[in-house]
């Protein structure tokens, strides 16, 4: 499903959609977590979360199933040019290491 606003069904957008409008946008690359940090696909390099800048956050939340809920970032690193994605699930499904990576990038980063 898609997010929502104030509570009101509206037509919601999809994680593709949301992946295909940033890849418009200029948000190619695709970033995956790892211990290290976050590895750019396209680019070939590892970033530290702290490195990069959070454009947008788009949430997504199941409907009836807790399972479905996930989160996209669209993100860049002006040191190396680079704008792309990071799509994982959210909750007590998420994985150690994305869970970690999602610390690491939110606004009380320590």
């Known amino acids: 499903m898609g997010p ?3 509570g009101v069904s509206e037509r919601m957008e999809t994680m ?3 992946v ?3 890849a418009q ?3 190619t690359d695709d970033f995956r977590a790892e211990a290290g940090g976050l590895h750019a696909a396209i680019a070939g390099c590892v970033h530290p979360p702290e490195e990069l800048i959070i454009k947008e956050v788009v949430r997504f939340e199941g409907v009836s199933d807790p399972d479905e809920e996930a989160i996209l ?3 860049e690193c002006r040191k190396h040019g680079i704008k792309g994605t990071y799509a994982t699930t959210y ?3 998420m994985a ?3 869970a970690e990576m999602v610390r690491r990038l939110g606004p ?3």
Do not use: I, P
């Open 4 to 6: 929502t606003t104030s």
């Open 16 to 18: 593709a959609h949301a």
């Open 20 to 22: 295909d409008r940033l």
């Open 25 to 27: 946008a200029g948000y």
């Open 73 to 75: 970032f669209a993100l």
């Open 91 to 93: 909750g007590s499904s």
């Open 96 to 98: 150690a290491v994305d």
């Open 108 to 110: 009380d980063r320590k």
